[in-house]
């Protein structure tokens, strides 16, 4: 079946610095990606969705410099923290859908925690 | 009111039982449904899809009413297994964001 894989799957990093996670997708093609975020027993956050060869669309409240996204190729998305700072702390969770329906279900990858110092 | 509401319990029951989850959607246009199944520090997974009235995999069963906007999971002859977080996700708008409800929490006791 379909597999959307993440990478690194925890990082430890000091505040200031920056980190980036990929997202692939391992045997289909996703134009689109989504990325969320989670808090310690707390639901998924979507905070933006990740579009092929254009500019990322980011929810209300996220905020584009700090959470820079790149979806350079049909198989790979970039979610880049900047500056990160312990309340970034959290897990973040990529997603793709399969084929070219906009309501079917969507394949996790598995997950990054990101804990900064 | 939320996109996607959930009771988030949490649920605690004796093996065997039988247990039932709610989840209530304000976007009356939604034509799929999702239940995931997310473990303790692990991604969600899928569990079931509701694109008509209802579906069922052996011990589980999803249920949908449109007219009160709601969909269900029941679960039965709960196993220690079934122990998880399960999330209800509904693609909004054009379907082409999917919004989770809070997810809830089961414990399934011996």
């Known amino acids: 079946g379909a597999v959307v894989s993440q990478h690194p799957s925890r990082v430890i990093c000091k505040s200031g610095t920056s980190v980036k996670i990929e997202c692939r997708s391992l045997d289909f093609q996703a134009t689109t990606m989504f990325w969320y975020r989670q808090f310690p027993k707390k639901s998924l956050m979507l905070m933006a969705t990740s579009n092929e060869g254009s500019k990322a669309t980011y929810e209300q409240g996220v905020e584009k410099d700090k959470f820079l996204i790149n979806h350079a190729s049909l198989t790979l998305s970039t979610l880049t923290v900047t500056s990160a700072h312990p309340e970034d702390s959290s897990f973040y969770i990529c997603s793709a859908r399969v084929g070219s329906t906009n309501t079917g279900e969507l394949f996790f990858g598995e997950g990054s925690r990101l804990t900064v110092l | 009111r939320k996109e996607v509401e959930q009771d988030p319990g949490p649920f605690n029951v004796p093996e065997g039982a039988t247990v039932a989850f709610n989840c209530t959607y304000s976007?009356?246009?939604?034509?799929?449904f999702f239940w995931y199944r997310q473990d303790c520090r692990k991604e969600p997974k899928l569990l079931m899809s509701?694109?008509?009235s209802g579906n069922e995999d052996g011990r589980f069963t999803a249920q949908l009413n449109r007219a009160s906007q709601y969909i269900s999971l029941l679960i039965r002859d709960s196993k220690l297994s079934d122990s998880a977080t399960y999330l209800c996700?509904?693609?909004?708008?054009?379907?082409?964001?999917?919004?989770f409800g809070a997810g809830t929490r089961l414990f399934v006791k011996a």
């Open positions: 976007n009356s246009a939604s034509q799929s």
């Open positions: 996700a509904v693609p909004q708008g054009g379907g082409f964001k999917t919004i």
């Open positions: 509701v694109y008509s």
